[in-house]
């Protein structure tokens, strides 16, 4: 009702906060099929000596490719394939590109949309060497910084780190489900040349909670909760890591993110989740100017039933509501459909 998201933008094919429209004119509904979401996945097994294995993952999807008014989507919808994950990994080790170790994937809920709580969840696949001991892993992972220019603007995407993203994660596990703490420590680095040359970086930390509790039957609570520089890592980089000063200085842009699931087996092949999620974040107003966002959150309500093992049809309706620090907002209303055979 606060504008339309233009065909090009990827918030058309599942939900981005960032992209909820605020001060537009009611343009209507939009209706959109695709089958984006497809994913091919290969993978190698060997053993080795001392009882261990070297396995390798390959994984795409079809992402990349826009939805809009082009020659495919009249003709052929024809989509470009993009590498999820690809990586090799033993019983201690794991390199290549995979899910970022300040991920929890195993607390996202179960939903119709690409990710789901995307406003209070961490969602990042990156390229990082990971050692893994028991419940415990450290690695290092590849860092950029998104930068705000001063007083607003185009986003800045600098890839001039130095140093990787440190990330460090424990997991408790038992009957009644787990729980996983996780702490990021990393260095944000913008550098240019020529006039009015900007060099200058600051180092970060956030940290977060997350978990699985089993409760009534099978029914489950899944949860996260986040706090410190979030910046790319959340809401599917809803905010920026820094923003910069009248000096060329960089100044941390923190907040705190999170969603709480709830999922109910109504029968063994009926299902519901029913989840809230939020960010909000602490901007500098006199840095970032009026337009920078401030807050966003989501209510959603899903209903999945397979019919036979592996076939998922559901149904999913969501509100989302995104916030500028000037106080403006505007708000997000979407009924998604979905089918899903594994195999």
Do not use: C
Not at 5 to 30: A, C, F, K, M, W
Not at 269 to 290: E, V
Not at 293 to 298: I, K, L, M, Y
């Amino acid at each position: 009702p606060d504008g339309e998201i233009p065909d090009q933008e990827s918030g058309r094919e599942y939900y981005v906060p960032g992209q909820t429209p605020v001060n537009g004119l009611d343009e209507g509904t939009d209706f959109d099929f695709h089958v984006k979401q497809t994913r091919l996945i290969a993978g190698t097994e060997t053993p080795f000596g001392d009882g261990d294995k070297v396995k390798t993952h390959f994984e795409v999807d079809f992402f990349t490719s826009s939805l809009g008014t082009t020659s495919p989507q009249n003709i052929t919808n024809g989509y470009q394939p993009q590498l999820r994950q690809a990586f090799f990994q033993t019983k201690h080790w794991l390199v290549g590109q995979a899910w970022s170790t300040f991920q929890d994937t195993g607390a996202l809920p179960e939903a119709a949309d690409f990710i789901g709580p995307t406003d209070g969840t961490v969602f990042i696949r990156q390229a990082q060497v990971r050692y893994t001991y028991g419940g415990f892993s450290i690695a290092a992972e590849n860092p950029a910084t998104t930068v705000l220019p001063y007083t607003g603007g185009q986003r800045i995407s600098s890839d001039d780190n130095v140093f990787p993203d440190i990330i460090g994660r424990y997991t408790w596990k038992g009957d009644w489900g787990n729980v996983t703490a996780a702490g990021l420590f990393r260095e944000l680095k913008y550098e240019t040349t020529g006039t009015n040359a900007i060099n200058d970086s600051t180092y970060t930390a956030a940290g977060s909670l997350s978990g699985k509790f089993m409760v009534f039957g099978k029914d489950d609570i899944r949860w996260m909760i986040l706090g410190g520089n979030l910046g790319r890592y959340v809401g599917l980089n809803f905010t920026n890591d820094a923003v910069l000063d009248a000096s060329g200085s960089l100044e941390s842009i923190d907040g705190w993110a999170g969603y709480i699931a709830y999922r109910h087996l109504w029968t063994d092949r009926l299902r519901s989740s029913l989840f809230y999620a939020m960010g909000d974040y602490d901007n500098d107003i006199n840095l970032t100017g009026p337009n920078a966002n401030q807050a966003s959150e989501s209510w959603t309500f899903n209903l999945f039933y397979s019919p036979i093992p592996k076939l998922d049809i559901g149904a999913e309706y969501r509100w989302a509501k995104r916030e500028i620090e000037s106080g403006d907002d505007g708000t997000l209303t979407r009924i998604q459909l979905t089918s899903k055979y594994s195999f």
